[in-house]
């Protein structure tokens, strides 16, 4: 009885789970992926300019090849440093390959350079009449990504890193093997820069 | 400040990296900067808007086609080679380092050292002549007598020999031979060469044990060097010293025991003479109350002698000259003979 409530509520550390797959478990491996899934595809879209096909195919390759690589994983970093690692990796080799097959999607950042001079849209007020709270969402989301798909890939990997997925300086740092300072100042540009192109898109007053 | 510092501080201040006097220095230049804190809500506002967004979920079923790919794959194993790489990864390079680096020092100080692990022989010059002669027949009994004395303490030479004379000579054997109790077959009644040899072929020269009864320390004796230590022994004669393979006190209790000592060299083969003047031995040598007495006789009789000698008077080895154990035709031994 004590041992099913303890192992009911303990969550077991990505480093056990790892042990365990290791060892043959690959429940372990199920429950590795379940607690990294979101992040992993959020990572992906982020980086592929919300292609959402495009995101979920490379999400899959990352996690096929943790299959792979977990037994070498010599556990000299946090799981999670090393599974964004392979995530980051594998969303560079895809944009490369996009990029050289021209199979790009330019048409939101070709489309937001040509409304620079359109005027402000407005995020659709949650109390005016008609509207909900999920249009508001769906929109902000969409506003977000086409302002971080403006952005060059090393500001947008600082974006999504530290302001979408909480990720501490130090562990960008590990993660991009740059020094604590060079990702503050690369963050603070890419900071300014979205800034400025959210700003274009919305009426800052509404999120604020 | 310049634009940079500003937009470090700017940012430390939404990281909330700043001191509070920081922190107040800031918004001090906030309130009397409208662009600045334009700048800040700008990006306040974009953060706030990434924050809620949060991270995206997963497609409905992701989950499961993830496992679905995985369950056709096999369970991956770490290869040899990575279990090698790993192996010499985790290795303490440095103390590994360090420990190559003090080997291969001691491998080159090693070469320039003697080698101390065996007994240095001598110069082939030092070295005293190889028997020439066969011993006789009692040499060889007597080897194996010792090696079956009861009690007798093993030689450092006698892997599998045991030299008859350096055992006699070191007091190992004292009582009467007994040569019937040797299982040993005797080589045909004589001694050769290879019964003077040491281990691994080495002449026994030099590699004598000493330390038996109080005398010189092992191996302080190799070499012609006499060993003569006793105070009484320094005055014999110097060739009498330097000749004698084995010095004994003996006290006896009157000037016949002269006559017996020449009478057990003489049934020894051998002879007993004065030490000094080489004359044949009289009473009247020991009328100053001692003498010193040279007596010759075989190698292969030292045993016998030996055991007699105390029959004569209290007897006592002084000294040995394993140099001299092995002579040609006799071996000396030196008397200090004195009257009780």
């Known amino acids: 009885m004590f041992a099913l409530l303890f192992a009911m509520v303990h969550r077991p550390t990505d480093e056990e789970l790892v042990q365990r797959f290791k060892g043959g478990d690959r429940n372990a491996y199920s429950e590795l992926v379940r607690r990294y899934q979101n992040r992993i595809f959020s990572v992906c879209m982020r980086w592929l300019k919300g292609d959402r096909e495009i995101a979920e195919e490379v999400s899959q390759d990352v996690f096929l090849a943790l299959f792979r690589a977990l037994p070498g994983f010599r556990g000299d970093a946090k799981l999670s440093t090393w599974v964004y690692r392979v995530a980051i990796n594998h969303c560079k080799n895809r944009q490369t390959y996009r990029h050289r097959r021209a199979h790009g999607r330019h048409d939101s950042i070709d489309g937001i350079q040509q409304e620079d001079d359109a005027p402000k849209r407005q995020l659709a007020d949650d109390n005016a009449p008609g509207t909900d709270a999920l249009v508001h969402q769906l929109e902000a989301r969409t506003l977000l990504q086409e302002a971080l798909d403006q952005l060059d890939d090393e500001q947008r990997q600082m974006i999504v890193l530290r302001d979408i997925e909480d990720l501490s300086y130090e562990e960008i740092s590990k993660l991009l093997d740059l020094p604590r300072g060079t990702v503050k100042s690369r963050l603070h540009r890419a900071r300014h820069e979205l800034a400025k192109k959210l700003g274009r898109r919305l009426n800052l007053a509404d999120v604020v | ?97 360090m420990a190559v680096a003090a080997t291969i020092v001691l491998v080159l ?221 006799t071996i000396s031994l030196n008397l200090d003979v004195r009257l009780q």
């Open chain 2, 1 to 97: 400040m310049t634009k940079q510092e500003t937009t470090t501080r700017l940012n430390d201040y939404l990281d909330g990296e700043l001191g509070p006097a920081q922190v107040a220095a800031f918004e001090d230049a906030l309130s009397k900067d409208p662009a600045l804190r334009a700048e800040l809500e700008s990006i306040q506002a974009a953060m706030e808007l990434l924050r809620t967004e949060g991270p995206l979920q997963a497609p409905t079923g992701f989950h499961e086609r993830v496992m679905a790919q995985a369950a056709v794959e096999p369970m991956p194993q770490i290869g040899w080679m990575d279990r090698l790489r790993r192996f010499f990864r985790d290795l303490p390079m440095e103390t590994l380092a």
């Open chain 2, 109 to 329: 100080v090693g070469n320039f050292l003697p080698d101390s692990g065996e007994p240095e022989t001598e110069p082939a010059a030092l070295q005293p002549a190889e028997p020439e002669r066969r011993a006789t027949a009692g040499a060889q009994e007597t080897k194996e007598a010792a090696q079956k004395t009861p009690g007798a303490a093993p030689s450092i030479q006698a892997e599998d020999e045991i030299d008859p004379i350096r055992e006699v000579a070191n007091g190992l054997i004292s009582g009467p031979v007994d040569n019937s109790t040797s299982d040993k077959p005797a080589k045909s009644g004589s001694m050769d060469k290879a019964d003077m040899k040491g281990p691994k072929g080495s002449d026994v020269v030099g590699m004598l044990d000493l330390g038996t009864q109080g005398e010189a320390p092992i191996g302080s004796t190799s070499g012609a060097e006499p060993a003569f230590e006793t105070p009484e022994a320094q005055s014999v004669d110097l060739e009498t010293q330097l000749n004698a393979a084995v010095a004994y006190s003996v006290v006896v209790k009157d000037s016949s025991s002269l006559r017996q000592i020449a009478a057990l060299a003489e049934r020894h083969g051998g002879r007993a003479v004065h030490g000094k003047t080489g004359a044949t031995l009289s009473e009247a040598d020991l009328d100053g109350g001692r003498v010193q007495v040279q007596v010759r006789i075989p190698p292969a009789q030292l045993a016998s002698f030996h055991s007699a000698l105390n029959s004569v008077g209290a007897a006592q080895r002084t000294s040995m000259n394993d140099a001299n154990l092995y002579g040609p035709d």
